[in-house]
C-alpha cells in the first residue's frame, strides 16, 4: 500500500469510537416538526431528507472515497426512534471494557434533556416490548430465543447492480411513472401507493442533495488547499459528487463513490442489521476497470489505491452500539458488511474476473477487522482462486470465509428464486442467503435449541428460574424410550417456536406500519413497481429466519441419554438428572463416562450423526414453510454470531457433560473437543445436514499457521473445502491458531482436543503430544503466527 | 475400565470389511486430492494375506493403493500384491550388507531382491531413505545407494527422511530403551546438503514425505 493508504488505516485505526447525538437531535426535531402532519413514509422520508440535508458533511485528509455516518471517522450516531437509551446505557456504553463508545457529558445532556424526553415509551423498542405476551416475556427472559428487532432495524440486505446502471435522477423518474400510473378507481390501495412512492421519491432528492453537499464542501477544502496536488484530488472529488448519484457513475472511482454514498444513506435512514453490503463488487466493478484501463483513464495501480480507500470507509463505522441481550449476541464493532467475491453470472458461467483477484489482494493487505469479505467458490471457478484466497486464510486473521456457491443457487431456487435472482445473490452478515437487490431476508432471533431439552428434562420448568414456561411433556424419568423423550422435545420445540412466531408478526407489522425505509425500497426490487415498502412486504421475495443454535451440544446430549439410559442403561434418567442439577458435583465418574463413552457429532459416526439429523429436520419441519406479515415464507439457518456464549451462559449442565454456564457448540461446528478425528471426518459429519434446505450454516475449523505454510498445505486446505462443497456445505472458515491458543489448550486440553499441529513431517493432537514437544510447537508458533 | 480414558488400548483388531469400511468413509477426499489408500506400518508385508485381501478390496473399488514397506517378506508375497499395489514406498537403510545386519539384525540382500522383482513388474517406486546422522549419512552409504536406484527402472523419486525422535516417548511408554534415543535432529540445512548429494547423481530427490 502507498502511504496516502497506510496514513489512512492507521488513522482509521486510531480513531476511537464514540457517541454522536447529531442524529438523534436531527431526527427528534424532525418528528417535533412533521409527526401527524403526514403519512409515517412520508414523515420517514422527511426525517431522511433533514438528516441528508443537515448533516455534518465531513471529507477527511488525504481521502479519495468521500463521506461519513457520523461528524467524523467511528463517531456513531444513535437511532432513538429504535432504541432510546437510558443515560445509564450510556454510561455503560462509555465505561465498559470491550465494544465501548465514549460519550461525553454533553452528549449525555442532550440525552436526558432532548432525546428521552421525545421518545420514551415512543421507540419501536418500547412499543414492541408492550406489545409482547407474558409468555414471550418469559421466554425471552429465560434465553429461550433472543428478538433482532428490539435495537435494530430489519436489514440484512445487499446491494444489486442497479446503482451502477442508473442515478437517482432516474429513479426517480421510474417513482413518478408509478405515482402517475396510479389507478384510484379500481385499486383500493393506491392511496397506501400514493403515499410509499411519495416517500421514496423525497428519498431519491434527498440522497442526490447529500452528494452535492459533498461536492460542495469538496470545493470549499480545494480553494483553502496549499498543496496543488491535493487541490486537484478535491477538484475531482468534488466533479465526482456532482455526478453520483445523481447519475449513473461513469468511471471506477465514481461507481465505488456511488455506492458508499448508498451504503452511507441506508445504514443513516436506519440502524439496519448488518448494514448494507456491496455484494458482488468484483462483478458490478469490472466493466468501469476494463473500460478504464482500455481507455487509459485508469491504471492497475490507481483502480487498487481506490479500492483501498473504499476499504476504510467500513473501518470507520463500527456496528451502532448495543446494550443488553442484543450485545451479547453479537458482541462486535464488526456491523457485517460483507464483500463477496467470485461465483457465478447471471447466465451461470465462472464470474470471476480480474477484478476479484484485485480484492483478494486489497483483502490481504488492508487486514481490516471491516469490511468482512468472502469468497463465494463454484465448482466452475478456478482452483488458482480457491487457492489465493486459501493463502490469505493461512495467514490466520480470519478472512476471507469461503462459500458454496453451488449450493448457494440451489437454496435459493429451492426457496423459489428465479436462477438469474439466484445466481446473482449470494451471502450477507454471516452465512445468510440472499437474492442480492430483491429480497428482504430478515433474520428475527437465535433460538436456544439447548434450551428446549433443558426445558423438556424439567417437565416445562426452566431450573435456573423455577418458572414454568413450557410445556407439561411428562417427568422424563418415567420415559420409557428415547423415542418417548425426542417427542417430548418436539412438542416443547413446537411450543416455543409459535411463541417467537407470535411475537414476530406483532413486531413485523409494527415495522411495516411505523417504521417504513423508503429510500432502502428504492434499491430493492420490486418496491417502486408495487408502490411498497422494504418493511411491508414490497421487495420481490420476502423470506424471516430464525436461527438455531447448538445443533453439536443438542445431539450430544440427546446421544448421551440414548445410549448411556436407554441402550447401555449405564445410569437411569432420575440419576442423570440430579447430576445435571447438581452440575455433576460430585459425579465425575459419569460425567467422564459421558465424555469419553458417547458416540458424537463431528467423528462421521452414524450413531451420532443420525440423531443430528432428526433434530435438524425436527427444526426444519417446525420453522420452514410458516407464512410471513409481508406475505412471504420463513425458513431456517444454523449460525450463532456470538449467541452460543450467551445462550450457555442461561443453560444449567448438559447431559453431552457441559457444565452449567459453559458456551454451546457453535454453528453447526461439533461441540468443542468432541470431534477426535480431524477435520475431513468433522466435513463428513457436517455434511450430513442437508444444507439446501437451509438459508445458510455455519462451520469453524481450527488449523496451526504451521499446516497451512507451504503450497503442500495451501492445497491441501483447497482440497478439504471442495471436498466439504461436494457435499453441499454451505460455508467454511478457517481458525489458523495462535501460540496464546496453543498455552490455553496446554492448561485446559480437554476444551482442546480437537487441536491439530504439524510434528515433523507429520501432523497429531496437540494435547497428545509430550509437554516437551508441546512447548516445542508453542515457541515455533510463536515466531510463525501473526 | 477406566471412563477418562486415561489408559489407552493401543492396537485393534479389525476384519477385512471394517477396514474397507473406514477407508470407504474418506472416499470423498481422495477424490478431490488424487489421493488413495496407503498400507503402512509396522510392516505390511509381515500379515500378507490381510495385505493381499485388502489390496483386492480396494482394487475392486478403483482406489490408489501404495505399499509402504521395508522389502523384508517373501519373494512370492512381493509378487502377489505387486498385482494390486500402484505405488511402493521403498525402504533403504543401508548398503552394506554387514552395516545392515548390524543395525537392523538382518542381511539386505532380500530387500535388494525384492526391490528389483517389483521393478521388473513395472511398478512405480518412491525410496525412502531414513537418515540417521552417524550411521548411513556417510559419503560411502550415499554414494552406494545412488548408484543402486540409477540402476533401477521405475524409481521416480527418493525422499531423504530427517531422523526424529519422536518414538522416544512410545519407548518410555513402553518401558522400552531405544539405543538411538541420543542422536540428535539433523538440521534443515544439513538435509538440505544430503539432498544436494542425490541431486549431483542425476537422482529427483524430495527432503521429507
Not at chain 1, 15 to 42: C, D, F, H, M, W
Not at chain 1, 527 to 542: H, P, Q
Not at chain 1, 548 to 560: E, P, Q, R
Not at chain 1, 594 to 618: C, S, V
Request: charged fraction near 25%.
Amino acid at each position: 500500500m502507498n502511504d496516502r493508504v497506510r496514513m489512512l488505516r492507521q488513522r482509521s485505526l486510531d480513531a476511537v469510537p464514540a457517541i454522536s447525538l447529531e442524529r438523534a437531535q436531527i431526527v427528534t426535531r424532525a418528528y417535533n416538526k412533521y409527526y401527524g402532519k403526514v403519512s409515517i413514509p412520508v414523515l420517514r422520508a422527511l426525517v431522511f431528507k433533514e438528516l441528508m440535508e443537515n448533516k455534518t458533511i465531513c471529507i477527511n485528509e488525504g481521502e479519495l472515497i468521500v463521506g461519513e455516518r457520523g461528524p467524523k471517522p467511528k463517531a456513531t450516531p444513535t437511532y432513538p426512534e429504535l432504541c432510546c437509551h437510558t443515560v445509564e446505557d450510556l454510561d455503560v456504553i462509555d465505561k465498559r471494557q470491550k465494544i465501548f463508545f465514549r460519550v461525553s457529558e454533553e452528549a449525555k445532556d442532550i440525552q436526558r434533556n432532548e432525546i428521552i424526553p421525545y421518545w420514551k415509551g415512543r421507540s419501536m423498542r418500547d412499543l414492541m416490548f408492550a406489545q409482547m405476551t407474558q409468555e414471550w416475556h418469559d421466554c425471552y427472559e429465560s434465553g429461550i430465543f433472543t428478538e433482532f428487532m428490539e435495537q435494530r432495524a430489519p436489514g440484512h440486505t445487499v446491494c444489486d447492480d442497479k446503482i451502477y446502471k442508473k442515478g437517482f435522477i432516474g429513479f426517480k423518474e421510474d417513482i413518478e411513472n408509478q405515482l402517475a400510473a396510479l389507478d384510484f378507481v379500481n385499486d383500493m390501495d393506491a392511496y397506501n401507493k400514493q403515499e410509499e412512492l411519495r416517500a421514496m421519491s423525497i428519498c431519491a432528492d434527498a440522497i442526490i442533495s447529500f452528494g452535492l453537499r459533498h461536492a460542495e464542501k469538496a470545493l470549499e477544502l480545494a480553494l483553502k488547499e496549499s498543496n496543488p496536488e491535493r487541490r486537484e484530488e478535491l477538484k475531482r472529488i468534488a466533479d465526482v459528487c456532482y455526478n453520483v448519484p445523481a447519475n449513473a457513475p461513469g468511471s471506477f472511482h465514481e461507481a465505488l463513490q456511488m455506492y458508499w454514498f448508498v451504503h452511507l444513506c441506508v445504514i443513516t435512514e436506519l440502524n439496519t442489521w448488518d448494514a448494507y453490503c456491496p455484494g458482488r463488487l468484483d462483478q458490478h466493478l469490472y466493466p468501469f476497470y476494463k473500460k478504464g484501463i482500455e481507455d487509459g483513464t485508469l491504471t492497475p495501480e490507481k483502480a487498487e489505491e481506490l479500492l483501498q480507500c473504499f476499504w476504510i470507509k467500513f473501518n470507520n463505522q463500527p456496528a451502532p452500539p448495543k446494550v443488553g441481550i442484543t450485545l451479547q449476541e453479537s458482541g462486535t464493532y464488526t456491523d457485517f458488511a460483507n464483500i463477496n467475491s467470485g461465483g457465478l453470472k447471471a447466465d451461470g458461467s465462472d464470474g470471476v474476473n480480474d477484478v476479484t483477484y484485485m480484492v483478494l489482494d486489497v483483502i490481504d493487505e488492508m487486514r481490516l477487522l471491516q469490511p468482512s469479505s468472502n469468497i463465494q467458490l463454484s465448482k466452475k471457478n478456478p482452483d488458482r482462486f480457491l487457492k489465493r484466497a486459501c493463502r490469505i486464510i493461512s495467514k490466520g486473521w480470519g478472512q476471507p470465509s469461503v462459500f458454496n456457491a453451488d449450493s448457494v443457487v440451489e437454496e435459493l431456487v429451492r426457496q423459489g428464486k428465479r436462477i438469474e435472482d439466484a445466481r446473482n445473490g449470494g451471502t450477507s452478515g454471516c452465512v445468510e442467503t440472499g437474492a442480492f437487490g430483491k429480497e428482504a431476508y430478515i433474520l428475527t432471533g437465535y433460538f436456544n435449541l439447548v434450551k428446549v431439552l433443558e426445558i423438556t428434562l424439567n417437565n416445562g420448568i426452566d431450573p435456573r428460574t423455577g418458572k414454568k414456561i413450557g410445556l407439561e411433556t411428562g417427568d422424563p424419568r418415567g420415559f420409557e424410550s428415547y423415542d418417548e423423550l425426542m417427542d417430548a422435545y418436539k412438542k416443547q420445540l413446537h411450543h416455543f417456536i409459535e411463541i417467537k412466531i407470535r411475537g414476530n408478526n406483532v413486531i413485523e407489522k409494527l415495522y411495516a406500519d411505523l417504521m417504513p425505509a423508503p429510500f432502502l425500497s428504492i434499491l430493492t426490487d420490486d418496491c417502486i413497481k408495487n408502490g411498497k415498502d422494504y418493511n411491508a412486504g414490497g421487495a420481490r421475495y420476502n423470506t424471516n429466519y430464525i436461527q438455531g443454535v447448538g445443533i453439536g451440544t443438542l445431539t450430544d446430549s440427546f446421544s448421551a441419554i440414548k445410549k448411556h439410559v436407554f441402550d447401555d442403561k449405564s445410569f437411569t434418567m432420575s440419576e442423570l438428572l440430579d447430576a445435571l442439577k447438581n452440575n455433576f458435583e460430585g459425579r465425575e465418574t459419569m460425567r467422564q463416562l459421558i465424555m469419553n463413552n458417547t458416540p458424537k457429532y463431528g467423528n462421521d459416526e452414524d450413531y451420532a450423526d443420525e440423531i443430528m439429523k432428526e433434530l435438524f429436520d425436527a427444526y426444519y419441519s417446525e420453522v420452514n414453510g410458516r407464512k410471513t406479515v409481508k406475505g412471504g415464507n420463513y425458513r431456517i439457518n444454523m449460525l450463532p454470531t456470538t449467541c452460543h456464549v450467551y445462550f450457555g451462559s442461561v443453560t444449567g449442565a448438559t447431559p453431552d457433560g457441559r457444565r452449567s454456564g459453559q458456551p454451546q457448540s457453535e454453528g453447526i461446528s461439533p461441540v468443542q473437543g468432541a470431534d477426535m478425528y480431524g477435520p475431513t471426518a468433522v466435513i463428513k459429519s457436517a455434511g450430513k445436514m442437508d444444507h439446501i434446505r437451509t438459508g445458510g450454516t455455519l462451520l469453524n475449523l481450527k488449523f496451526t499457521p504451521d499446516l497451512l505454510k507451504d503450497d503442500e498445505g495451501i492445497d491441501k486446505l483447497s482440497q478439504l473445502v471442495r471436498s466439504y462443497f461436494k457435499l453441499d456445505g454451505h460455508h467454511i472458515q478457517f481458525n489458523v491458531v495462535s501460540a496464546d491458543t496453543l498455552r490455553k489448550a496446554q492448561q485446559n486440553p480437554e476444551q482442546y482436543k480437537d487441536l491439530i499441529v504439524r510434528v515433523a513431517g507429520y501432523s497429531d493432537y496437540f494435547c497428545d503430544l509430550t509437554e516437551a514437544l508441546q512447548e516445542e510447537i508453542i515457541t515455533r508458533t510463536e515466531h510463525k503466527s501473526l | 475400565m477406566c471412563h477418562a480414558k486415561a489408559r489407552e488400548l493401543a492396537g485393534k483388531e479389525m476384519s477385512v470389511q471394517e477396514v474397507i469400511a473406514q477407508i470407504e468413509k474418506d472416499s470423498i477426499f481422495y477424490d478431490e486430492s488424487g489421493g488413495g489408500v496407503t498400507f503402512s506400518g509396522g510392516e505390511p508385508l509381515s500379515q500378507p494375506e490381510f495385505l493381499l485381501e485388502l489390496l483386492k478390496q480396494c482394487k475392486k473399488r478403483e482406489y490408489h493403493t501404495a505399499v509402504d514397506t521395508s522389502g523384508y517378506g517373501a519373494a512370492e508375497t512381493t509378487e502377489a500384491i505387486s498385482s494390486f499395489t500402484d505405488l511402493f514406498l521403498y525402504d533403504l537403510k543401508l548398503l552394506d550388507d554387514d552395516r545392515h545386519i548390524k543395525y537392523t539384525g538382518v542381511s539386505n540382500k532380500l530387500i535388494l531382491e525384492n526391490l528389483r522383482l517389483i521393478s521388473r513388474l513395472g511398478k512405480k517406486i518412491y525410496i525412502r531413505i531414513p537418515l540417521i546422522p552417524g550411521i548411513n549419512d556417510d559419503e560411502e552409504n550415499i554414494k552406494a545407494a545412488a548408484e543402486v536406484i540409477r540402476g533401477i527402472a521405475g524409481v521416480e523419486q527418493v525422499n531423504v527422511l530427517p531422523y526424529h525422535n519422536i518414538a522416544a516417548d512410545k519407548y518410555a511408554r513402553l518401558g522400552k530403551h531405544c539405543s538411538l534415543m541420543d542422536i540428535t535432529v539433523p538440521s534443515d540445512e544439513y538435509m538440505e546438503h544430503i539432498a544436494e548429494k542425490f541431486f549431483n547423481y542425476g537422482i529427483k530427490v524430495k527432503i521429507g514425505g
